[in-house]
């Protein structure tokens, strides 16, 4: 049985998901399936919608954190 998925919303970061989760596409397909990753909520990641890291250039501030 894998882990539940947990997502951590990191200060003036990226989201965090940990545990087991299906990418899937528009009809339901599943593409992937990972166990740990980063997704951007700052809009200037190269690799959208995955973090690389750019919010810190960016000096991204999250709104109310």
Request: some cysteine.
């Given at each position: 049985?894998?882990?539940?998925?947990?997502i951590f919303v990191k200060?003036?970061?990226?989201?965090?998901?940990?545990?087991?989760?299906?990418?899937?596409?528009?009809?339901?397909?599943?593409?992937?399936?990972?166990?740990?990753?980063?997704?951007?909520?700052?809009?200037?990641?190269?690799?959208?919608?995955?973090?690389?890291?750019?919010?810190?250039?960016?000096?991204?501030?999250?709104?109310?954190?």
């Amino acid at each position: 049985m894998s882990e539940k998925p947990k997502i951590f919303v990191k200060p003036n970061g990226s989201i965090r998901v940990t545990g087991e989760v299906d990418f899937v596409d528009s009809e339901g397909n599943v593409i992937k399936t990972e166990s740990a990753f980063s997704l951007c909520r700052c809009g200037h990641s190269k690799n959208k919608p995955f973090c690389d890291g750019a919010h810190r250039e960016a000096g991204f501030e999250a709104p109310g954190m």
